[in-house]
């Protein structure tokens, strides 16, 4: 298949406004191929996408090619020219910090509806994850999906899928933020414990496993939108 190592990181729903079910998958294929290239970095900001190409690579029509560029673009992944030319996009530096402040959004508020029983209930689940993410070294593309998929498991426990879905949106585009060199992520202050955080979490009060969530987030945030 195509999908890369990074496939943690791109549960993505291509939505082409078709019926045809072929198309759908053909569509999907093409997502996950581009996607897959986009976020493992084989193809840097500002690289051209040659539809025709990736058409013929995966040995489907333009059709389906086209849809992924159209879900891509809307993703703000790639930018389409006045010429249709395809190109990865460079991201802009104001666009990191809003990026930040959305992720701890999400989280500080998701750690509010889930804080306590269900954290405990789901404890044997929750340690294994975190445990693997304090093992791993900051920056590498270990330590991004052990971080992923902790923090995810913890946003799941809300029931929500909708609010998981755009947690795993906020994700996708950090990495593709790390690819884009804009954020020194590898050369963060050392993340605070999630064993720690775990333990914290349990708390059946949700004013303080917001404050818990928000303390572990913040931390190095302000060093790395000055840098």
């Not at 093409?30 to 493992?40: M, Q, T, W």
């Not at 993703?75 to 402040?101: A, N, S």
């Not at 963060?188 to 775990?198: G, V």
Request: aromatic share 4%.
């Amino acid at each position: 298949t195509h999908q890369s190592d990074t496939d943690i990181l791109m549960n993505a729903s291509v939505s082409p406004d078709r019926t045809d079910p072929d198309l759908l998958s053909r569509s999907r294929l093409g997502y996950d191929y581009l996607i897959g290239r986009i976020l493992s970095g084989q193809w840097q900001p500002g690289d051209e996408i040659r539809r025709r190409e990736v058409a013929e690579e995966l040995g489907i029509s333009l059709a389906p090619i086209n849809e992924a560029i159209t879900q891509l673009e809307l993703e703000g992944y790639v930018e389409v020219t006045p010429r249709r030319q395809t190109r990865v996009r460079v991201i802009r530096r104001e666009e990191v910090r809003g990026l930040l402040i959305l992720r701890e959004a999400i989280e500080c508020q998701a750690a509010r509806h889930y804080c306590g029983e269900p954290v405990v209930k789901a404890r044997e689940k929750l340690l294994p994850l975190a445990e693997a993410v304090d093992a791993s070294r900051p920056g590498t593309p270990d330590n991004e999906k052990a971080e992923h998929a902790f923090h995810a498991a913890l946003v799941e426990l809300v029931g929500s899928p909708l609010l998981t879905e755009e947690f795993h949106k906020v994700m996708r585009r950090r990495l593709f933020y790390m690819i884009n060199a804009l954020v020194p992520w590898q050369r963060q202050p050392p993340l605070d414990s999630h064993k720690r955080l775990l333990k914290k979490l349990q708390t059946p009060d949700p004013d303080a496993a917001e404050s818990a969530m928000r303390a572990h987030l913040v931390r190095g945030r302000e060093r790395i939108l000055q840098s």
